[in-house]
């Protein structure tokens, strides 16, 4: 079956320090690649989109000079939260799909605590 | 832009109680309508989803029928279990963005 898996699961790190994520799909190729931020509340912000071969794409109030994203090839993707701060905290979440397909599968999130 | 509304911030019901969670989008495509459900410590699942308007998707005795009229997608279902109980979001999806409505959180009591 398609999973999607995600590193490290939780991490703390100092306000103004940057922290890298990755994201790992097995079972099928990750053609495209969307990164969110679950708020505590439970909300959820689409950062960006990634599909091969093509440019990133970020959404509004998100840049790549923020949140640079890297995904080499159809199994993984990593995103570093670059000086990090309170508003920064959250669960990060990848979502991948592959070819031809409606579903994109999560990860089970990277939970990032700012102190 | 695409958004999501889901009207109800927590529904608590008893076991085989009925269930209907409120969703209304907003979008200039023809998107296709998910439901995903959360549990503690997981990224969401997909719990159904509908390509096409005016048809419905059907998943674990879920339902949800894809109103282009209304713009709604409202979720239901006929007998809820204490299993039930997670977060449910409904969304949109356009070329490959998805957008979540705020989650609806479903407690079910024994």
């Known amino acids: 079956g398609a999973l999607v898996y995600q590193y490290p699961r939780r991490t703390i790190c100092k306000s103004g320090t940057s922290m890298r994520m990755e994201c790992q799909a097995v079972g099928f190729q990750a053609t495209s690649v969307a990164w969110y931020r679950q708020s505590p509340q439970k909300t959820f912000e689409l950062i960006a989109l990634?599909?091969?071969?093509?440019?990133?794409?970020?959404e509004q109030n998100f840049t790549q000079e923020k949140f640079p994203i890297s995904h080499p090839n159809l199994s993984f993707s990593s995103m570093t939260v670059l000086n990090a701060y309170l508003e920064d905290r959250g669960l990060y979440l990848c979502g991948a799909r592959g070819d031809n397909s409606y579903e994109q599968y999560f990860g089970p999130g990277t939970r990032l605590t700012v102190l | 832009g695409d958004s999501v509304t889901q009207k109800q911030g927590q529904v608590t019901l008893s076991e085989d109680d009925f269930l209907f969670i409120n969703c209304t989008y907003s979008t200039t495509t023809y998107p296709t309508l998910f439901w995903y459900v959360q549990y503690p410590g997981q990224g969401p699942q997909l719990l159904l989803k509908v390509t096409t308007a005016n048809n419905k998707g059907i998943s674990r005795g879920f339902e949800a029928t894809y109103d282009k009229g209304t713009t709604s997608f409202h979720l239901q279902k006929a007998s809820v279990q204490e299993s039930d109980s997670a977060v449910y979001f409904c969304a949109l999806d356009d070329n490959n963005r998805i957008f979540f409505g705020d989650g609806t959180q479903l407690v079910v009591k024994p």
């Open positions: 990634s599909t091969v071969n093509s440019a990133i794409k970020y």
